[in-house]
């Protein structure tokens, strides 16, 4: 089955600058990442997704990239602020509305 | 996307009950999913949930422990059986929204003493 692997565990970056998330999968079928941040005490919500027919997509401060040949898909956050602060989980699955599997989440504090 | 209510929102129980965690949305949803999030983790498939038809359930997951029910497409129940201090998590319930993404539902965080 499908493994998803995310690095860095904890991240912590000065408010303005940029933040990145990487994350691995396994499964070659997996076509659709999103990615969701979860505040403390909240439900995960969802951020941004990208599907594999493509390579990026923005939505203001957050990016995501997907390359496909070598299994990976990165967050980049950018002008960080302080609202940032919480945890990112990224997800793959390999089909819609199917279940996802997730990382194990990175920490994100934006220190003002 | 749409609007998922889950009930309740937190409980604290003794060991060896069972509890019951309703999930409710507002619109008709063909898939629906029941997570789990122990301490600082990461959220873990229970099992998919389809109206009409038996749940799914991932390896590390069955029925007797976390019998699920879907009796229409907006409506689910997890229960939580014959429960242990591992048992305590939040359970979150997610729906699939058009084609690819999913929501989750506020949670419910339990505590078993």
């Known amino acids: 089955g499908e493994n998803v692997e995310q690095h860095p565990s904890t991240l912590s970056v000065q408010e303005g600058d940029s933040a990145v998330i990487k994350c691995t999968y396994s499964d070659s079928a997996s076509n659709y990442f999103p990615w969701y941040k979860q505040e403390l005490g909240k439900r995960p919500q969802l951020i941004i997704d990208?599907?594999?027919?493509?390579g990026e997509k923005k939505d203001q401060r957050i990016a995501v990239t997907l390359n496909k040949t070598a299994k990976h898909f990165s967050l980049h956050i950018t002008e960080t602020q302080p609202e940032d602060s919480a945890v990112y989980f990224c997800?793959?699955?390999?089909?819609?509305?199917?279940?996802?599997?997730f990382g194990k989440g990175t920490r994100l504090s934006v220190i003002a | 996307s749409a609007v998922i209510s889950q009930k309740p929102s937190r409980d604290i129980c003794q060991r060896g009950t069972s509890l019951t965690i309703q999930c409710q949305v507002d619109?008709?949803?063909?898939?629906m999913f029941w997570y789990r999030q122990q301490p600082g983790q990461s959220l873990t498939l229970i099992a998919t949930?389809?109206?009409?038809?038996?749940?799914?359930?991932e390896s590390g997951f069955v029925i007797d422990k976390f019998p699920i029910s879907r009796p229409n497409l907006t409506f689910s129940t997890l229960t939580v059986s014959n429960m242990s201090p591992e048992d305590s998590s939040i359970y979150l319930c997610?729906?699939?929204?058009?084609?690819?993404?999913?929501?989750f539902g506020p949670g419910t965080r339990l505590t078993v003493t």
């Open positions: 997800a793959a699955s390999n089909s819609g509305n199917t279940p996802l599997v």
């Open positions: 997610s729906v699939g929204a058009g084609a690819y993404e999913q929501y």
């Open positions: 949930a389809n109206q009409g038809s038996e749940a799914t359930y």
């Open positions: 990208i599907r594999s027919n493509v």
């Open positions: 619109s008709q949803v063909t898939m």
